[in-house]
């Protein structure tokens, strides 16, 4: 059974003086339902306790792996979501702790997408340069980005779906959304982490299946803008949203036959 509208749960009564909505105090991280089962929920729930621990949030001991499968086998799977989306917030509360002792809260939603393996609608892209993001130790992680913010409104003013980002050097860092794949030849180019590129589970699933079959070279590395008009293929995945193909930035095309065989191929091994 597919959701109609998105369902929100949380572990307690939500006010509009908790430390998300103050300050943005809070981390982000999905997982993903397919099949009416939680997959590459080991993934997942590693990269939540990674990005609370970079924003030195006091991890409650309950927040174990089986706990979160309790969790969404019964207020996801359970309610009849079959395919989705979840995100999934935990914030500092705003109690009478020091910062780093503060107990921590959290709240998710659920977003059907259809194929969370599948390629999704295709987008079209464009850089914007009249701002950067970060390289720095949470530019990896989903914490609060009013780059994204503006990138995001930038893009519906211009009629475009995504946007490149560049970091301070102008080498490509990521979309508003997830991260950019150009495939060249035999060759998959993804920016380095430390270019400020997101740290996706999905992506990385998909890149060591590709590793793995020998489908394509992947290299991490040091993107100029121009990447983007040499590539043959672009994808852009996101573990928000699912994953898109590029079929156009500015006045070039692209086609995505070979991605798509690709994702294929996952999808059947997944």
Not at 50 to 74: C, D, G, H, V
């Amino acid at each position: 059974m597919a959701i109609s509208e998105q369902s929100i749960f949380t572990s307690e009564q939500i006010e509009l003086k908790n430390r998300a909505f103050l300050y943005g105090d809070a981390v982000k991280v999905f997982f993903f339902v397919k099949n009416s089962q939680l997959v590459m929920a080991e993934e997942c729930y590693f990269f939540l306790m990674a990005s609370m621990r970079k924003m030195r949030m006091n991890i409650p001991l309950s927040y174990t792996l089986e706990f979160f499968q309790n969790l969404f086998q019964e207020n996801v799977i359970g309610k009849g979501v079959s395919e989705g989306i979840i995100t999934f917030m935990a914030y500092r509360n705003s109690d009478e702790n020091p910062l780093q002792k503060s107990g921590v809260s959290f709240f998710f939603e659920v977003n059907p997408v259809s194929d969370i393996f599948g390629l999704q609608k295709e987008i079209e892209m464009d850089m914007i340069k009249e701002l950067t993001v970060n390289t720095h130790l949470l530019s990896n992680i989903h914490v609060h980005c009013p780059e994204n913010i503006y990138a995001e409104i930038y893009a519906s003013e211009n009629d475009l779906d995504d946007v490149i980002l560049l970091n301070p050097n102008k080498r490509i860092a990521r979309s508003i959304y997830g991260n950019l794949l150009f495939l060249e030849g035999k060759t998959i180019k993804v920016a380095k982490q430390t270019e400020g590129a997101f740290i996706s589970p999905l992506m990385e699933s998909f890149l060591t299946f590709v590793h793995k079959n020998q489908l394509a070279e992947i290299e991490q590395a040091e993107m100029i803008g121009f990447e983007s008009q040499k590539a043959d293929e672009i994808l852009m995945i996101s573990d928000e949203k699912g994953i898109f193909p590029v079929t156009k930035i500015r006045n070039k095309r692209f086609y995505h036959s070979t991605f798509f065989e690709m994702i294929e191929n996952w999808k059947s091994n997944s």
